[in-house]
């Protein structure tokens, strides 16, 4: 719900990009052109003045839970030129999308190979690697501790950015979570555009979005700030909390969040947060002897949780049920009553 960025990560990923993705992509297309090859490493030995020989010999040697790199990149050179070609156009095109905010990014068939190699090598097995960090890179090591300590000090943020519902102070409720599911758009796996610090809850598929399909229109934390477009209710008679916007884009991230249910699941604690702020409004205009505009009212409850604001959940959906002053007065002093008995 908050709009975020993600400039510091996005750009050590561009290092990855420039020294991993982009040769290996083309040092496969041309091994497969030059010599018809099967064996990559073989190819590798016979370029060794190449720039990338070292780190692309480096990662041809890695394994992961029992795959080696080498395994998958020789079984990929089975595909014809064209088909790598094309994945490799896909790639750059998804990339480009994505970093120009257009989140129409269509499906697309990849090869087993090579998705195992975005999904286990590139994402899970070489974004934490300090030697290719390191050595290979000549840069700072990189992890996803990293990832999370450089999104939070960029947005000075501390709940989750997806949901509003959940901090992300716990070191194991912190996820980093890929819009597009790397399951399915593997090429966006490495691309910090495409990932997120959020809460665990965001990133399961029976609470949250996990790898359920996008649909689209569709918007996120990197293009705009989703909370100031939702409308929050408390259904007083039925006790449920309601989500509504104007926009297909929220609509379809509220439910691609599962916001609507997680919200009315989170019902008790918003209520007393909510009874709190509401007591601190009444001592306001009895203090000053007056009765707040509506304008004046949210006002207030933007300066009342000026200090909250990312740090402690629930800041669109109290500023949102406080925003409507009639509702204010009538419904939320029922809804105070209503808690107490």
């Given at each position: 719900m908050?709009k975020?960025?993600?400039?510091?990560?996005?750009?050590?990923?561009?290092?990855?990009?420039?020294?991993v993705?982009?040769?290996?992509?083309e040092?496969?297309?041309?091994?497969?052109?030059s010599?018809?090859?099967?064996?990559?490493l073989?190819?590798?030995?016979?370029?060794?003045?190449n720039?990338y020989?070292?780190i692309?010999?480096?990662i041809?040697?890695?394994?992961?839970?029992?795959?080696?790199?080498?395994?998958?990149?020789?079984?990929?050179?089975?595909?014809?030129?064209?088909?790598l070609?094309?994945?490799?156009e896909?790639?750059?095109?998804?990339?480009?999308?994505?970093?120009?905010?257009?989140?129409?990014?269509?499906?697309?068939?990849?090869?087993?190979?090579?998705?195992?190699?975005?999904k286990d090598?590139?994402?899970?097995?070489?974004?934490?690697?300090?030697?290719?960090?390191?050595?290979?890179?000549?840069?700072?090591?990189?992890?996803?501790k990293?990832?999370h300590?450089?999104?939070?000090?960029?947005?000075?943020?501390?709940?989750?950015p997806?949901?509003?519902?959940d901090t992300l102070?716990?070191?194991?409720?912190?996820?980093?979570?890929?819009?597009?599911?790397?399951?399915k758009?593997?090429?966006?796996?490495?691309?910090?555009l495409?990932?997120?610090?959020?809460?665990?809850?965001?990133?399961l598929p029976?609470?949250?979005?996990?790898?359920?399909?996008?649909?689209?229109?569709?918007?996120?934390?990197?293009?705009k700030?989703?909370?100031?477009?939702i409308?929050?209710?408390?259904?007083?008679?039925?006790?449920?909390?309601?989500?509504?916007?104007?926009y297909?884009?929220?609509?379809?991230?509220i439910?691609?969040?599962?916001?609507d249910?997680?919200?009315?699941?989170?019902?008790?604690?918003?209520?007393h947060?909510?009874?709190?702020?509401?007591?601190?409004?009444l001592?306001y205009?009895n203090?000053?002897?007056?009765?707040?505009?509506?304008?004046?009212?949210e006002?207030?409850i933007?300066?009342?949780?000026?200090?909250?604001k990312k740090?402690l959940?629930?800041?669109?959906?109290?500023?949102?049920?406080?925003?409507?002053?009639?509702?204010?007065?009538?419904?939320?002093k029922?809804l105070?009553n209503?808690?107490?008995?």
């Amino acid at each position: 719900m908050w709009k975020v960025e993600n400039k510091c990560n996005y750009n050590k990923l561009i290092v990855f990009e420039e020294n991993v993705i982009i040769p290996f992509f083309e040092k496969i297309i041309d091994c497969k052109k030059s010599s018809n090859s099967f064996n990559f490493l073989e190819y590798l030995n016979n370029n060794r003045q190449n720039k990338y020989y070292e780190i692309l010999n480096y990662i041809c040697k890695r394994k992961y839970k029992n795959r080696k790199f080498i395994d998958q990149v020789n079984l990929l050179l089975n595909s014809s030129i064209e088909n790598l070609k094309k994945y490799y156009e896909i790639y750059k095109e998804q990339n480009n999308k994505i970093k120009k905010g257009n989140l129409d990014i269509k499906l697309v068939d990849v090869s087993e190979p090579l998705k195992i190699i975005f999904k286990d090598f590139f994402y899970e097995s070489f974004f934490n690697n300090e030697t290719l960090w390191k050595k290979y890179m000549d840069n700072e090591p990189f992890s996803r501790k990293k990832f999370h300590e450089n999104f939070k000090k960029e947005n000075a943020i501390y709940v989750c950015p997806y949901c509003d519902i959940d901090t992300l102070n716990n070191i194991g409720n912190k996820q980093v979570e890929h819009f597009f599911p790397k399951s399915k758009y593997p090429f966006l796996s490495m691309n910090g555009l495409n990932l997120i610090s959020s809460c665990y809850s965001c990133n399961l598929p029976s609470e949250g979005k996990g790898i359920k399909n996008i649909k689209l229109p569709i918007s996120m934390p990197y293009i705009k700030q989703i909370g100031d477009y939702i409308n929050f209710d408390i259904d007083i008679g039925t006790k449920k909390v309601v989500l509504t916007t104007e926009y297909d884009e929220i609509k379809n991230y509220i439910k691609l969040l599962n916001l609507d249910k997680r919200y009315n699941n989170v019902r008790e604690n918003l209520e007393h947060m909510g009874n709190g702020l509401y007591e601190s409004i009444l001592n306001y205009e009895n203090k000053m002897n007056c009765i707040l505009t509506s304008d004046k009212l949210e006002n207030f409850i933007i300066k009342a949780k000026e200090n909250d604001k990312k740090h402690l959940p629930f800041f669109f959906a109290l500023k949102s049920l406080y925003s409507n002053y009639d509702n204010y007065k009538n419904k939320y002093k029922k809804l105070k009553n209503n808690s107490n008995k």
